[in-house]
C-alpha cells in the first residue's frame, strides 16, 4: 500500500517552545492529507484537514493559532504546536490517501512530550 | 453526523476466526464501511473496505448486510500479532476524512 511517514516519532520540549512535525506522502502526491491527535487510552480526534496550496480546514474546537498547518507541495504537510504547553502532550497522526480506490494511510504517528 | 458503533473488547482465541461486529446504521448510500487496526503506539493500518459487497483480500473478509447498516470483519485464523484496536469507520469515496469512535479491543489469547 501506499506508504505515509512522520518525522519526528518522538519529540521532548520545553514549555513554551514550538514543535515542528512533518508529515509525508512517499509514494504518490496528496493534495489533501488530515491530521489527528490522540490522548493516551482513546481514540484518534481529527483535528483539521489540510490542503495543498491553501489554507487548512480545523475541525470545532481546535484551536487554528495553536496548531499551524502548512501544506506546500503535493508530498509535505507540517503541523507546528506553537508555545507548547504540557496539555499539548499527545501522539499526532497524519493520513493521506494514496490508495487506487479512496483508502486513507496513516503515518507512524509523533508522540510529543512537553515538559 | 454519527459515528460507527463497536463492541469495546472481545476476546479470541488464537489460530481460531474473529469476527469484529459494526454497527453503522446511519451509513448514506455513497459511503462506504472501512476498517483499520491500530497496533499500541502505531498508526492505523488499513485492512479493507467495501460499499455493498462483501470482499476478500489478504488480511480480512468483510461482510456487509444487505441493508448496509452494519458489517463484520472476519479475521479467520487470528494470531497474537493480531491483538490491536480495530475501528469501522464510514465515509465518502476518495479520502473523504475519518471521524473515529471507540473501536474494539481485540486480545488475542493463546
Known amino acids: 500500500g501506499a506508504v505515509v511517514s512522520q518525522h519526528p516519532s518522538r519529540v521532548i520540549c520545553k514549555s513554551g517552545t514550538s514543535v515542528k512535525i512533518e508529515c509525508r506522502s512517499l509514494?504518490?502526491?496528496?493534495?489533501?492529507m488530515f491530521w489527528y491527535r490522540q490522548f493516551p487510552k482513546q481514540s484518534l480526534m481529527l483535528m483539521a484537514t489540510s490542503n495543498e496550496g491553501s489554507k487548512a480546514t480545523y475541525e470545532q474546537g481546535v484551536e487554528k493559532d495553536k496548531f499551524l498547518i502548512n501544506h506546500a507541495s503535493l508530498t509535505l504537510s507540517t503541523l507546528t504546536v506553537t508555545s507548547a504547553h504540557p496539555e499539548d502532550s499527545s501522539f499526532y497522526i497524519c493520513?493521506?490517501?494514496?490508495?487506487?480506490?479512496?483508502?486513507?494511510?496513516f503515518g507512524e504517528g509523533s508522540r510529543l512530550t512537553v515538559l | 453526523d454519527a459515528k460507527t458503533t463497536q463492541p469495546p473488547s472481545m476476546d479470541c482465541a488464537e489460530g481460531r476466526a474473529a469476527n469484529l461486529p459494526c454497527n453503522h446504521s446511519?451509513?448514506?448510500?455513497?459511503?462506504?464501511v472501512y476498517w483499520y487496526r491500530q497496533i499500541h503506539s502505531q498508526g492505523p493500518q488499513y485492512i479493507i473496505h467495501?460499499?455493498?459487497n462483501n470482499e476478500t483480500n489478504e488480511m480480512a473478509s468483510l461482510i456487509i448486510t444487505e441493508d448496509r447498516k452494519s458489517s463484520t470483519l472476519i479475521l479467520p485464523h487470528a494470531t497474537l500479532r493480531d491483538t490491536a484496536v480495530y475501528y469501522c469507520?464510514?465515509?465518502?469515496?476518495?479520502?473523504?476524512?475519518?471521524?473515529f469512535g471507540s473501536g474494539t479491543k481485540l486480545n488475542v489469547k493463546p
Open positions: 469507520l464510514k465515509g465518502g469515496y476518495n479520502f473523504n476524512k475519518f471521524y
Open positions: 493520513s493521506a490517501g494514496g490508495g487506487v480506490t479512496g483508502e486513507l494511510f
Open positions: 467495501g460499499l455493498k
Open positions: 509514494d504518490f502526491q496528496a493534495t489533501t
Open positions: 446511519t451509513i448514506s448510500g455513497n459511503e462506504y
